[in-house]
């Protein structure tokens, strides 16, 4: 089955760094797209940022030049590195990938806290 696991949240000050990770089971590792989002409170689930196969990525305007989204196929995880943090960026970070097999699955989520 399907397991999606993140790790690495925590509180953080303004301009700091953080790096989740999300390992998978139970996906093709080496062909699926892997992507996160993140949930702040009160306000909707949105995109941050995802990577394919082939290493293509794409970030929200939001986090583009602040955060780097990679994958390593040999230890099956995907990362994503968070630089200059800010408040805003105060949220749930959920993995997910993205219709495998015609279903979308997401992880339980690892909380950040940026202080201010």
Not at 34 to 50: M, S, T, Y
């Amino acid at each position: 089955q399907v397991q999606l696991v993140e790790s690495g949240g925590g509180l953080v000050q303004t301009g700091g760094s953080l790096r989740l990770s999300c390992a998978a089971r139970g996906i093709n590792f080496s062909i699926n797209t892997i992507g996160w989002h993140r949930q702040a409170p009160g306000k909707q689930r949105e995109f941050v940022a995802n990577i394919s196969s082939g290493g293509n990525t794409n970030y929200a305007d939001a986090v583009k030049d602040r955060f780097t989204i990679s994958r390593d196929n040999v230890k099956r995880t995907v990362f994503l590195q968070m630089n200059s943090l800010k408040p805003e960026d105060t949220a749930v970070y959920y993995c997910n990938v993205p219709n495998w097999r015609s279903r979308d699955y997401w992880g339980r989520g690892t909380l950040v806290t940026v202080s201010s």
